[in-house]
């Protein structure tokens, strides 16, 4: 009964047989120009033109003030939990429904993932969830935000932009400044999506992006710190690059710190990808645009839209499926088929290393856990 759908998504990669997967990445720019040239000019590690050109390049795209080139977005999110003062014992609030690295960059600061429901259309963090959870266990003390059930701070919230839809991420930075809680925007999937407007990791204290294989544009591995602090930035700078005091020879340092800069061989992949960013989110609005209408005309399945106002990069396509046998039975069709398909992550709070944690109601993402499914998304050629 699927074979239809299966048929359409190879007609969208013009692709009759093979393995279609679902996010290849493309190098057909200034990719291997700007590698040779990196190599040329021996600066092939963590300082180098391409590095400054990248962050450049982000700033320009993103319209925040500045942005610190990082190795991965994993690394990116550990040091903007860092910069917000994340510490040892606090709790983070943030999405079951993530990727890993989001719960794992708030561990490695052995802060406590605290998790709150998702909303059921752009798959982000629900404000009404947000609100719900923070009237029933916040209590603020000297100015800061505490969980009066484990009587641990809460200093920090990560919303996720799911599939580079934008979340309501105004609604959650009002809410979280009723509270005094700094926001860490996790927009690794969301370069180039926009929320009413404003790019998406522009409306947190911090913001992270991810330059992974996977992503909508990548350099090879990579991630961003974003922010409008300078404050931030500069210490963003310091701790990413061993905390070195600078000096024409000296090596002195200032604190204990972390080797997280991206190296210019990979910021030379990333200019050549950004330069073709706009080419590529055409591409798959595009791509989006054509599911959509076929899913509008075929029943039980429903494709996940972006929001009236906002304007998705639809990294990858989501669709949804009445029930978790439908979604196994799509997966197992699909894939037998040799188009890639994959379900939505497994919550975060069913991980065994994030069992315990203090969570909300969270039934929404239960829900879409078990009906969501990704689907070949990379841009057609
Ligand atoms: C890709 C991704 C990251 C960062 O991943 P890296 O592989 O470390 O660059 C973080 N959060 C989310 C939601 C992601 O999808």
């Given amino acids: 009964m699927y074979q239809e759908t299966i048929n359409f998504i190879r007609s969208v990669y013009n692709s009759p047989e093979g393995n279609l997967y679902l996010h290849e990445p493309r190098f057909i720019g200034n990719e291997k120009a700007y590698l040779i040239d990196a190599i040329d000019s021996t600066f092939v590690s963590s300082v180098g033109a391409y590095v400054n050109r990248f962050e450049e390049m982000m700033v320009e795209i993103t319209g925040a003030k500045y942005a610190i080139a990082v190795v991965n977005g994993t690394a990116a999110l550990h040091i903007g939990l860092k910069l917000v003062g994340v510490e040892q014992g606090d709790e983070v609030l943030s999405q079951p429904l993530t990727f890993i690295a989001t719960a794992n960059a708030i561990s490695y600061e052995k802060a406590i993932p605290h998790f709150v429901d998702v909303d059921e259309d752009t798959l982000g963090m629900s404000p009404e969830a947000l609100q719900k959870r923070l009237s029933d266990v916040a209590e603020m003390r000297d100015g800061q935000c505490f969980n009066k059930e484990t009587g641990n701070r809460i200093a920090a919230c990560v919303p996720m932009h799911t599939f580079g839809l934008a979340l309501r991420i105004d609604e959650i930075v ?69 905390a070195k005091i600078p000096h024409r020879w000296e090596f002195a340092h200032s604190e204990i710190a972390y080797n997280y800069r991206m190296p210019n061989l990979n910021a030379a992949l990333a200019c050549a990808q950004l330069e073709q960013l706009n080419e590529y989110i055409e591409n798959k609005r595009e791509t989006a645009k054509m599911y959509h209408a076929f899913f509008d005309n075929q029943k039980g399945i429903q494709s996940i839209k972006e929001l009236k106002d906002c304007r998705s990069n639809y990294w990858l396509n989501a669709i949804r499926l009445p029930s978790e046998s439908d979604r196994n039975a799509f997966l197992e069709f699909s894939n037998d088929n040799g188009v890639m398909t994959r379900p939505i992550w497994r919550l975060m709070n069913e991980l065994s290393m994030f069992k315990d944690c203090p969570k909300g109601d969270l039934t929404i993402s239960k829900k879409l856990e078990t009906t969501i499914i990704n689907i070949p998304s990379s841009v057609r050629v």
Avoid: M
Wanted: aromatic fraction near 8%; charged fraction near 20%; include cysteine.
């Fill in 174 to 242: 009002e809410i979280c400044n009723q509270y005094n809680i700094p926001v860490v925007e996790d927009a690794a999937e969301s370069l180039g999506s926009y929320y009413k407007e404003k790019h998406t990791g522009t409306f947190g204290h911090v913001s992270t992006f991810s330059f992974n294989g996977n992503k909508t544009v990548t350099s090879g591995g990579g991630g961003a710190i974003v922010t409008n602090d300078e404050a931030l930035a500069k210490r963003a700078k310091h701790i990413t690059t061993t």
